[in-house]
């Protein structure tokens, strides 16, 4: 069963950066589509960024084009989330989960529904402050 564990966060100035990462153990991470998706205080997770397995393909929420990019070393067992120019509406929890795409008939699918999602990591609390 593959576990995902997330570090990175912390506290961080508006304006400055952070750079989560999501290390996988029991599997293959080249197995899955990688997302990183967040929940902030009183409100419902959102999907922030995602994956495919190959990394050739990714997809951003508008609230962080431009800011934010994903990238995965499958020979670390490990999805980063470089996170640049942040604001205070960022403060969150970041969890970053993992779709089975193995077998998927497109290799660069990403999951475009959180109960797509197969397994969780536990998440990383970033705080944003002015």
């Known amino acids: 069963q593959l576990q995902l564990v997330e570090s990175g966060g912390g506290l961080a100035q508006v304006g400055g950066s952070l750079t989560l990462s999501c290390v996988a153990s029991?599997?293959?991470?080249?197995?899955?589509?990688i997302g990183w998706y967040r929940r902030a205080p009183g409100k419902e997770r959102e999907v922030v960024a995602l994956?495919?397995?190959?990394?050739?393909?990714?997809d951003y929420a508008d609230s962080v084009k431009g800011r934010f990019t994903i990238s995965r070393d499958n020979s670390k067992s490990t999805v980063y989330l470089h996170m640049n120019n942040l604001k205070n509406d960022d403060t969150a929890v970041y969890s970053c989960?993992?779709?089975?795409?193995?077998?998927?008939?497109?290799?660069?699918?990403?999951?475009?529904?959180?109960?797509?999602?197969?397994?969780w990591g536990r998440g990383t609390q970033v705080t944003v402050f002015s």
């Open positions: 029991g599997g293959s991470l080249d197995d899955y589509a």
């Open positions: 989960g993992a779709d089975l795409t193995r077998y998927a008939y497109d290799p660069d699918y990403i999951p475009p529904f959180e109960s797509e999602i197969d397994y």
């Open positions: 994956i495919s397995r190959t990394a050739r393909r990714t």
